[in-house]
């Protein structure tokens, strides 16, 4: 094994080691070379000494010393808030979590009988802290760190999978892949994507008795496991959908070494199934069995938390001077992963992301029960009831358009 072979298995071998190699690093391994299966690392100490000895012939993209991003942006001790902006033009964020992207939604009938929901997306611009709409995209996942993200075009599915710089919104490399893919997901290192493939528009929707519906589309074929240290496109998995249809997209795990699917149409499920990366199902690991898909904020960031779902709403008061019904205060469900238990409670009606072990960015209800249903992004803090506003008031105009959703990632 020669010093530059030396070099790249190490790199990866730390990779796969490290369960969060930090905000960043996704883009950092963009340059190294896959490295060969069924090597072995020699020693560490001397991987570290080649590294050193041959940092010019095996560069590391964006270790920083280029980052000239907003303080706002990078600093994990700050709270960025906009309580005026829905949908926001400028950064929402809060310790370690920071608004990414949103996206509307949009029905587009095809026809009489068929139709789809399609996307649009504002993605954060790291270098002016601003949201800007780019609608060459069906679907994006941005990686930690804020300057990659995985992206798809208009067409779904797709044959290719774009990694893109968010500063200049070029894509730097076009990762081809022999199956459609429609949903994308970085591990919480940074170093791999999963994307999930279907055999047609994981959105796509039938009429049946007036109402547009998905239950009878079971599209997705299973997923594509992608080392972005690689310049393959992947290795792809036979896992279907359930009996459930819609889109079903798969996801990591804390550790990265498994999967879960995420969503699944009319799903009564919440407790999603596991796949190991082989795409066998498998038992969930330990500190994820309790926890439910349709929320969002999972693991606290030491593991000894797990956001749950919606507890309870405190009965609404009466306001004096108009006679109509106040907004009551909700809460979710705290427990511990382990068994499941409840630890406590904290503000909020949906768990979207860990600011901190304490702190959570949440959906809170702004209306009464007989007004028409509007909520806003808040931060929450485990002991108190008090809440921070981050963004403005979000509308959910019925039937379209659908409201701005988020999308989360660590910076």
């Known amino acids: 094994m020669n010093v ?18 930090g905000p960043g690093f996704a883009d950092r391994v963009l340059a190294v070379r896959r490295r ?33 991003r ?32 949103y996206y509307t939604t949009e029905l587009v009938a095809k026809n009489k009988k ?44 797709a044959d290719r ?40 528009h994981p959105d796509a929707l039938d009429k049946s008795e007036g109402e547009w519906t998905s239950m009878h589309r079971v599209s997705r074929t299973g997923f594509l496991l992608l080392d972005l240290a690689g310049r393959g496109g992947g290795i792809w998995h036979r896992v279907t959908s359930s ?15 498994h999967l879960f699917a995420v969503g699944g149409g009319l799903s009564t499920l919440i407790r999603p199934k596991f796949y190991d990366l082989a795409g066998k199902e498998t038992a969930a690991p330990a500190n994820e069995k309790h926890l439910r898909w349709d929320v969002p904020a999972r693991l606290s960031p030491n593991g000894k938390l797990a956001a749950s779902g919606l507890a309870e709403v405190n009965d609404p008061a009466i306001a004096p ?36 072990d304490q702190r959570l960015i949440a959906w809170e209800r702004t209306t009464g029960h007989d007004e028409p249903y509007k909520d806003r992004l808040v931060l929450v803090t485990i002991g108190s009831s008090k809440v921070v506003p981050l963004s403005g008031v979000r509308d959910h105009p019925e039937p379209d358009p659908e409201p701005w959703e988020p999308v989360f990632a660590v910076r």
Do not use: C, M
């Open 243 to 257: 009996s459930a249809g819609g889109r079903a997209d798969f996801a990591f795990t804390r550790d990265d070494r």
């Open 4 to 21: 530059e072979e030396l070099v790249r298995d190490s790199l990866r071998e730390l990779a796969v080691e490290e369960a969060s190699a």
């Open 321 to 356: 001077e108009s006679g109509r019904t106040l907004p009551g205060q909700s809460y979710s469900f705290i427990r511990d992963p382990l068994t499941g238990k409840e630890i406590t409670k904290v503000r909020g009606a949906e768990l979207l992301a860990w600011v901190d």
């Open 161 to 200: 999978i774009g990694l893109l710089d968010l500063a200049t919104g070029e894509v730097e490399r076009w990762i081809p892949v022999g199956k459609g893919v429609a949903g994308l997901a970085f591990s919480n290192g940074g170093t791999e994507l999963v994307a999930t493939t279907y055999s047609e």
């Open 70 to 101: 907003p303080a706002r942006v990078t600093q994990q001790d700050k709270v960025s808030a906009h309580p005026d902006q829905s949908p926001p033009s400028d950064l929402i964020a809060a310790g370690r979590s920071a608004l990414a992207a």
């Open 114 to 157: 068929e139709a789809t929901y399609e996307r649009t997306y504002w993605l954060l611009d790291p270098d002016t802290g601003k949201y800007k709409k780019d609608t060459r995209w069906s679907f994006v996942a941005v990686a930690p760190g804020l300057k990659t993200a995985a992206v798809l075009e208009r067409t779904l599915p």
């Open 36 to 68: 060969r299966r069924g090597r072995r690392l020699v020693s560490v100490a001397a991987a570290t000494a080649a590294v050193l000895a041959v940092s010019v012939a095996v560069p590391l993209l964006n270790e920083g010393r280029d980052d000239v």
